[in-house]
């Protein structure tokens, strides 16, 4: 069963400290998705690569945030330096475009996610 | 400006009745819409979805049903059991080539 694997599943932190975040997809899936859950917004896009190039990361604050994939086969996603607000559920998911658009009758595969508190 | 709202941010309904969970999306360009179901302390699975050229789709005991002209989407399930406690969320895109814009997600509770 293909999984997306998400490291670490727990983080605590403490304001200032760098955190990072990594996401192995599923083999074969050229694109990934770094999303946010808060209990305000709710399940929020931050940023998402196709074939290990970033499209588009406006939705993460740019002087504390950077995304990036090293290779294929590994995502990350660092803060530095973190802050109280930043605590929240960040979920990496993949899946498979061919250039017309992802396959959505089964939709992204998401992974457990990386629960992180700053203090 | 939340371009898919889940105004119900939790249901409750009795075992073996039905469950309906609505959503709402204002971007006319939206033309494939999933839910996802989530447990605790896991990440979200894909549970159904539906083309815009499509009004309904069903699979076992989920059907999700689509109004265009409404922009108003919503899942049914029929007969409703407690495993299907958890958070679903509904998502949008447009064309497979943007990323899924999500609700806030309804908390279901199905109780024995």
């Known amino acids: 069963d293909a999984r997306v694997t998400q490291t670490p599943r727990d983080k605590v932190t403490e304001m200032g400290q760098e955190v990072t975040m990594r996401c192995q997809p599923i083999?074969?899936?050229?694109?990934v998705f770094w999303y946010r859950q808060t209990m305000m917004q709710g399940l929020e896009l931050l940023a998402y690569?196709?074939?290990?190039?970033?499209?588009?990361d406006s939705g993460m604050p740019k002087d504390r945030f950077s995304a990036e994939m090293p290779d294929a086969t590994l995502a990350t996603l660092k803060i530095q330096p973190s802050e109280p607000r930043d605590s929240a559920v960040y979920f990496c998911?993949?899946?498979?475009?061919?250039?017309?658009?992802?396959?959505?009758?089964?939709?992204?595969?998401f992974g457990s996610g990386t629960r992180l508190t700053v203090v | 400006d939340q371009q898919v709202k889940q105004n119900s941010p939790s249901l409750s309904v009795q075992e073996g009745r039905i469950s309906i969970l609505n959503c709402d999306y204002t971007?006319?360009?939206?033309?494939?819409f999933l839910w996802y179901k989530k447990y605790p302390a896991e990440g979200p699975t894909f549970l159904i979805s539906?083309?815009?050229?499509?009004d309904k789709n069903e699979d076992g005991r989920f059907t999700v049903f689509l109004n265009k002209s409404a922009k108003h989407l919503s899942l049914h399930i029929v007969p409703s059991q407690p495993g299907d406690s958890a958070v679903y969320f509904c998502?949008?895109?447009?064309?497979?080539?943007?990323?899924?814009?999500f609700g806030k997600g309804t908390r279901l509770s199905v109780i024995a």
């Open positions: 998911a993949s899946g498979s475009n061919s250039g017309t658009g992802i396959r959505l009758d089964y939709g992204y595969t």
């Open positions: 083999l074969g899936h050229n694109t």
């Open positions: 690569f196709r074939n290990r190039a970033p499209l588009d």
């Open positions: 971007n006319s360009m939206f033309d494939y």
């Open positions: 539906i083309s815009s050229i499509k």
């Open positions: 998502a949008a895109s447009a064309r497979g080539n943007t990323p899924l814009v």
